[in-house]
């Protein structure tokens, strides 16, 4: 049964109690993808008509460098520039501006990421309703960042209304108590350059931009070298 693909993985990535357990099933969807289109995928002819069509993001085709070989990437960009050529089109500048405003906004890899992640809210949501043991793990989360906290806000719609009430109680409470203790390690940063404070602990604080930033978008940013 489709719909129950992702049963183990879950239970898996949310029995890590590290993080929004959401965003680190997106990260194996996402690693599983890059391995694929950089490996086997790469010469299926339908796979290619695809990745001609909606090419990639920024961070994916960097993640198919990074964990990929070169030579895969080189072929995959042959073709898809041969495509890109053909479809510009000097002389009808709105049906190029238009093939290239909606290049700019696909990607293979998010596109296919996407129908995955659709069936894992959804899985969620069963899991919570069907699944006693799972329910508990799930209130034992420590955080969902907001996207995940939307995205599963909205697969919630298909429980009924109690359930759904319940749902998205004990989701709510885990993210307002997490932002909670962002603001206040994000309090206590900038409480730190006021001379009063300087000679204190910096606690758990030197960090809190980088953690609010990915609880804010998903991705943690990188650190400049200040030790702070
Ligand atoms: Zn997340
Ligand atoms: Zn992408």
Redesign the pocket.
Known sequence: MAEHLYTIAINEHFGEKCGCPVCSLYRMLEKNEIETITGAAMMEPNVRIQTNKVG??Y??FSMMLTYGKRLPVALILQSHLEEIRDRINPVKPDATEKYLNSLEHS?Y??DRIADKMASVYSNIVYLWKNDEKFRKLFAEQPRFCLPHYRALLAASKELGKKDRTAFCEALGNITVTSLETLSGDIDWFCKKFDYRFAKEDWKNSKDAIERTVEALTTKLPQRNGDDI
Request: hydrophobic letters at 30%.
């Open positions: 990639f993001c961070d994916h990607c890899v998010c």
